[in-house]
Every structure is written in C-alpha cells, then in structure tokens.
C-alpha cells in the first residue's frame, strides 16, 4: 500500500508516492500519473509475487495460504483460517477478479458478518 501526497515548490505543485518500506518516489505532475507508476513498479508487488487485475481471489488466497503455512505459525492458527476467515471470504468473492474488489466491498463484507451474529474475534480473524 501506498501513501499518495502533493507538495509545492518554486517550480510548481507536484505529486509523489510514499510505500510501507519507506520507498519514495516524487516529481508526477498528476496524482494519476503517481497512481500509475506505482502499479507499474516493483513495490505494488506482494512479497515477490506480482499483483496482477486479472488474478482471480481464490488463486492469490491459495498463494497467500502457502505462504502463511510457510511462516512458522501453529498448526492451529492455520486450521483456524482454513475453517472460518477463508471460507467466508471465498464464498462472498467466488469469481471476483483482485481489481473488483474495493474497500467498501470488504467493509460490506465485515457488516454482513456482524448482522449474521458472528463475535468481534471472529470478524477480527478475518481482518
């Protein structure tokens, strides 16, 4: 993720992105040119695997679930995920592409689970 901000100087109003690694890279002219580059460049990549739009959920979470297996974390914090956060989270993207999905689809999503009576712990697991 990316933190996207304007800034003056003598020469006029210009756009920059900064990442969670502390990467920064300034000089667009427009935010949209800022947007741009940062999705073509190396750091909108999730560790090491591109995020592509036309992924599909299911296959960056079957990734992302290898990967989390990998990690050292226990056995039952796996099965954990397995059992509940994954299920509910293929269920309401079943067929979604990585750039159909915005934030207020995910918000819409944590409601929904709360109106269906799941615990504050279990929506948390899910986050």
Same mark, same amino acid.
């Given at each position: ?7 003056? !100087? ?8 900064? !990442? @969670?690694?502390?990467? !920064?890279? /300034?000089?667009?002219? &427009?935010?949209? @040119? ?7 460049? @190396? ?6 695997? +591109?995020?592509? %739009?036309?992924?599909?959920? +299911? @296959?960056?979470?079957? $990734? ?14 796996? +099965? %954990?995920? /397995? ?17 159909? $999905? &915005?934030?207020? %689809?995910?918000? +819409? ?5 709360? %109106? ?12």
């Amino acid at each position: 993720m990316a933190y996207f901000g304007m800034y003056e !100087t003598k020469k006029g109003v210009f756009w920059y992105y900064k !990442t @969670d690694s502390r990467h !920064t890279k /300034r000089g667009f002219k &427009t935010k949209r @040119d800022a947007v741009k580059h940062y999705k073509e460049s @190396d750091y909108s990549k999730l560790q090491g695997i +591109e995020i592509k %739009n036309n992924v599909l959920f +299911e @296959d960056m979470v079957n $990734i992302w679930l290898s990967d989390y297996v990998n990690s050292g974390v226990k056995e039952s914090t796996i +099965e %954990n995920r /397995r059992s509940r956060g994954l299920p509910n989270l293929l269920k309401y993207y079943e067929g979604k592409r990585l750039n159909e $999905i &915005t934030a207020d %689809n995910y918000f +819409e999503l944590l409601q929904q689970l709360k %109106n269906r009576g799941y615990k504050k712990n279990t929506i948390h697991g899910i986050k």
